[in-house]
């Protein structure tokens, strides 16, 4: 088997939509989330400092169309013919008056070269009347949502504040793709108190929920975060991947995947500045290129070891 199609990429799924090049370009709608503002709780997730993905065009002071204006600017001088998705992509996106939420989409989408929208946010923040329209959306334009669900543990999402259990993700979801509306999920691999065991059986909990698109990334410690600060004071509660053991474990986790689930990213990479650790010197890419190889020499690929439930 060719080892470009051992899981079910990102880029390929694209590809099938479109038939030109498409880039995110990401938005920050100046939203907030329920667990910062006091409605659920303060401080956030305990991993959360939105500074590491927010590129140097993204200022949630500038109007989401500048924001859009600049962002193709930074890309296009590469690839001229390129379209573009807004990704929302800073705390909780869906967090807001029906018609405020509309205003920002909207404006997105009228930039010219915008051809559709990803919406990043939290399960407990998807009422069905904003399902309802972007379910009408996406009859002329191309929406994906996006859940941070980062763990099917409710343990693990007491612990890092989350402010919602793995049963609220799950109803969000299966609401979500009833509607036809794309639904992508992102998971942290690593989370404090999560044994190898119980990742394993995570793969195969998510492979039953209606997904089209899944990310996952390596636990990051990150400067100005609750989670850095109890690192420093437990260090023992902790059990950070070299890069050698996350490509290990990825490769058993994508083994057991949906073989439908299209895979987005394996990593996630934080600016120096801010990485207290695992710092593997490794771009993505590369990262990337190393998961191949290992599928390739263990002769594995994405849902080798899946058992479809059939209940």
């Not at 400092?49 to 859009?68: D, G, I």
Request: aromatic content about 12%; some cysteine.
């Amino acid at each position: 088997m060719d080892a470009r199609f051992y899981y079910h990429e990102f880029g390929l799924y694209l590809r099938g939509l479109f038939d030109f090049k498409v880039q995110k370009i990401t938005i920050d709608g100046g939203f907030t989330c329920p667990n910062r503002d006091g409605t659920k709780g303060r401080g956030g997730c305990t991993y959360c400092n939105n500074r590491t993905f927010n590129p140097a065009f993204c200022h949630k002071h500038l109007p989401v169309a500048e924001q859009m204006r600049e962002g193709i600017a930074f890309f296009s001088h590469k690839y001229p013919e390129m379209r573009y998705l807004a990704y929302f992509q800073a705390y909780t996106n869906t967090y807001d008056s029906l018609d405020n939420l509309k205003l920002r989409y909207e404006e997105a989408l009228s930039v010219e070269g915008c051809v559709g929208l990803v919406i990043g946010t939290r399960p407990d923040c998807m009422p069905d009347e904003l399902l309802d329209y972007l379910a009408e959306l996406q009859k002329r334009t191309f929406v994906l949502v996006e859940y941070g669900i980062e763990s099917t543990s409710d343990k693990t999402l007491l612990r890092i504040n989350r402010g919602h259990d793995y049963a609220c993700a799950v109803d969000a979801v299966r609401r979500t793709a009833a509607r036809g509306i794309p639904v992508g999920a992102h998971i942290i691999l690593g989370l404090p108190g999560e044994s190898r065991e119980e990742l394993m059986q995570q793969a195969t909990t998510l492979s039953k929920l209606p997904l089209t698109t899944l990310k996952l990334h390596q636990l990051q410690l990150i400067r100005g975060t609750k989670m850095a600060e109890e690192y420093a004071a437990n260090p023992e509660e902790f059990s950070l991947f070299s890069v050698d053991d996350y490509i290990e474990t990825v490769v058993d986790y994508v083994e057991r995947l949906n073989p439908h689930f299209v895979l987005e990213r394996f990593a996630s990479q934080s600016p120096k500045e801010l990485l207290i650790a695992p710092d593997w010197g490794l771009k993505n890419y590369e990262l990337v290129d190393k998961i191949k190889r290992r599928m390739l020499e263990r002769d594995t690929w994405q849902g080798k070891k899946y058992i479809e439930d059939k209940a």
